[in-house]
């Protein structure tokens, strides 16, 4: 009765969310290549799971079936950094939720409550959606950083070519339009001007072809 409330863009990005949650709570099967012995089926691991287990020196999780940062000395700052801020931004979301006497306390959970909460409140699948991609992004991220290639381009939304960053405490100037190559994401490309924000992907991207001339 609910799908009949929600329109065609709604219930796919409902189930879109429905697989963020999986990827970041549920092992899942994988296919892996084995030296002498070809293709095998084995398990990838919750990308939560993967973030903690970079963080816990002897690769245990906080209790409770997930969540929470335990003492002790972390093995990546960077990792417990990204734990923190997803905590926080779950923290801050939480409270904003229905039916609050039925809230977890941990972060798993509280996911899972997020999400499931989707199916009586479609308002909410916008912001899940895009939350929960930003999650799963940051931790691919942190793991396989992307391949970024500078463009010679002109971007057509602010009409940039070229962008001073800081690299090493110095002024570097580099291409402000680049490719953002993230081959387990999807979209695996992604074109963005590094001045503006603008963005291309999918069919866009051939839009910018026509749009757009090298530069020299």
Do not use: Y
Not at 12 to 33: F, G, I, V
Not at 183 to 206: L, M, N, T, Y
């Amino acid at each position: 009765m609910e799908s009949l409330q929600l329109s065609v863009d709604q219930q796919l990005k409902r189930a879109r969310t429905w697989r963020l949650r999986d990827r970041l709570l549920e092992w899942s099967p994988e296919m892996l290549q084995v030296e002498d012995e070809g293709l095998r089926v084995g398990m990838q691991k919750p990308l939560l799971l993967e973030l903690q287990e970079q963080i816990k020196p002897s690769g245990e999780v906080g209790s409770g079936g997930g969540g929470g940062v335990e003492p002790g000395l972390p093995v990546s700052a960077d990792a417990l950094s990204l734990m923190q801020d997803i905590e926080r931004e779950m923290n801050e979301r939480v409270w904003l939720l229905p039916n609050p006497e039925a809230r977890p306390d941990k972060l798993a959970p509280r996911i899972r409550f997020w999400v499931d909460a989707l199916n009586d409140h479609p308002e909410l699948i916008d912001e899940c959606h895009k939350v929960l991609g930003s999650w799963v992004r940051s931790i691919d991220e942190l793991f396989d950083p992307p391949t970024v290639v500078q463009m010679r381009r002109v971007c057509p939304a602010c009409h940039s070519s070229h962008v001073i960053e800081d690299v090493a405490g110095e002024p570097v100037r580099n291409r402000a339009v680049v490719a953002v190559i993230r081959p387990k994401s999807d979209p695996a490309v992604v074109i963005e001007c590094k001045v503006c924000g603008a963005r291309w992907q999918g069919s866009s991207i051939h839009e910018l072809e026509q749009d757009t001339r090298e530069q020299d």
